[in-house]
DNA sequence: CGGGTTGGGAGAGCACTGCTCTCGGTTTTG
DNA sequence: CAAAACCGAGAGCAGTGCTCTCCCAACCCG
């Protein structure tokens, strides 16, 4: 059906990649506020109402560099966790963590629109974002349950309240887990807090001149987040 | 020498507080994208050119309502820790947490200023930003040095890498300090942390129907963060 | 092969934005 | 009282998102 490969179609799909790529290099350049599909068909060499033609709107192209920039962002996790030992969680996890920096810190701008706040007026839809955007998160979990199976977490054991523990409960059926509410609590306040140093150092909250390397500084927050589920 | 009050200056100062007013309602309303000064100039029944007159561009405004919204957040955190006996150096920290979630959450579009990706294009003048900016951090490591000089906190005795400490020992001068160096760094993931936690339910990085009240999650957290620098 | 259908670029146009300029009229000041 | 400062109105420029019509080339099918 949609599969037809015609010369014509071939081309919108080139011409929908370089859409994207020269919205992402807008994006790096001049932010998301100055994402601006006129200066795209310029760059693109085409008049403004021809873009028009492949993205319905600037907030489409906003939603297609998000999808873009969660994959990417996916990717680069994906390649960190699988260079270290399956067995070595501790290590997996600190290789998230570094991979997530390490895009943000490339990438700051994309990051921004990703984990910043939500530009105004545009609501990510969905049944397209919500895809792409778990991929860090679910690979996370991924990570302790691997853990916890092996018997490798030393799971900390604190109450929960009745309804976290419910809510919890279905997001253990949903992901099929087997670690305890506590693990997951843990897990969560992990991952805000890996996002929160990641937004304070990208965002520039720490001040200009805080630090001599924030390298540093995220390492040894990133020992003590792993230690906090448990690991290590 | 400028506190002559004539009645010019005064209603000088009357159309700024209006412009703040109208501004921070906007951007409540529609997003910090959506901040136009000619809508600013509508609602004060105004050409838009008069309002150039007072504000010199629509970053400057953007300015005048970050430094009002830090002001508030610091007036809610300072008025939270008041009223906490002075020696409950746990329930102080949490009294800090829980103002910046409630205040983040009753005003999501100042927050996001704040604290979300900054307006591209846009940068907050440090010299009018720094000291408003810093009022919440300062009051956290204030409630960990008042508990360390009172012998309230068990501090965590784990080594810090020398950089680092060069880096907090400056810190530790800079703000007249006595706690250790782990207190410190455990202060900072602390804080970001708290505004991780905070981020991710005012941007809504939890996913909509995840949890059944999100006060609970944050209290949960809230608890572990107090214990992380060696309160409670 | 030829005619109808579709895709897609060009251009004009609307309403909006930030910002600058000049022109008057009022208020303050020396 | 005259000079200076203040400040609102209005026009204007360049940019934006988005819609519309026009029109030509590519495609598909009988």
Do not use: K, N
């Amino acid at each position: 059906m949609t599969e037809t490969s015609t010369p014509r179609s071939r081309a919108r799909e080139q011409t929908m990649r370089d859409i994207v790529r020269i919205g992402r290099a807008h994006l790096a350049t001049d932010g998301a506020a100055a994402l601006s599909l006129r200066a795209v068909a310029r760059d693109l060499g085409v008049v403004s109402s021809a873009v028009y033609r492949y993205v319905a709107s600037r907030d489409e192209l906003l939603t297609l560099l998000v999808v873009d920039g969660y994959d990417e962002l996916g990717d680069a996790v994906d390649a960190a966790v699988g260079e270290v030992d399956a067995a070595d969680h501790a290590g997996r996890m600190a290789a998230v963590g570094r991979a997530v920096r390490l895009w943000a810190l490339a990438e700051p701008a994309t990051y921004a629109v990703l984990f910043g706040s939500p530009v105004p007026g545009y609501e990510a839809p969905p049944e397209r974002t919500t895809g792409p955007g778990t991929r860090v998160v679910l690979r996370l979990v991924e990570v302790w349950e691997d853990a916890w199976r092996a018997g490798a977490l030393a799971v900390p054991d604190e109450p929960v309240a009745p309804r976290l523990a419910a809510d919890l409960a279905r997001i253990r059926r949903d992901l099929d887990l087997t670690v305890p509410d506590a693990v997951i609590a843990r897990g969560l306040l992990a991952w805000a807090s890996l996002f929160g140093c990641v937004s304070f150092e990208v965002f520039g909250q720490y001040g200009p001149d805080t630090f001599t390397d924030t390298g540093d500084v995220f390492e040894h927050h990133l020992r003590a987040l792993v230690e906090s589920v448990g690991l290590g």
